[in-house]
């Protein structure tokens, strides 16, 4: 069983950085994660910002963020996140402009197993796993980007 990994893989977006990165926000992913509901402890209206403290839930397991680095202007945020009854983890979103006017976005997890079921669920994390989640966001990212014209 795996108790500790670390995943990263690169996407590259067909909108302008400013846009794409104020999608990787608590309330920019409302827009293209079906199902992504954030409950906003601090602050209460969700503005992203280092120390922004927010909770999800999916199926039977909810979730509890923290922002613990938020940079917009080098369009980078890492946040701390503890799905207390399988595993702790932090998530690092970097982008950058592209020569074409698009964005580069690199995403990385890292997680550590609190327990069984923590220890299966990054056992089916695989690498390809990984990257079979992250380029859906790609999909799913240029979709609404195309909707909106951006």
Request: proline share 5%.
């Amino acid at each position: 069983m795996t108790n500790h990994l670390e995943r990263s893989h690169g996407i590259v977006l067909s909108g302008p950085v400013d846009r794409v990165f104020a999608l990787f926000t608590p309330i920019g992913e409302t827009l293209w994660v079906d199902g992504w509901n954030p409950e906003f402890l601090h602050p209460q209206d969700g503005e992203t910002r280092q120390g922004m403290v927010f909770r999800t839930a999916h199926g039977d397991e909810t979730t509890l963020w923290a922002c613990t680095d938020w940079d917009p202007v080098a369009h980078r945020v890492r946040y701390v996140r503890v799905t207390p009854d399988s595993r702790f983890g932090f998530v690092e979103v970097a982008c950058q402009p592209t020569a074409d006017g698009g964005t580069e976005a690199s995403i990385a997890y890292t997680f550590t197993a609190l327990n069984a079921a923590g220890q299966s669920y990054l056992s089916e994390l695989t690498e390809d796993a990984f990257v079979h989640l992250i380029e859906g966001w790609k999909l799913r990212i240029d979709a609404w980007l195309l909707a909106v014209k951006i």
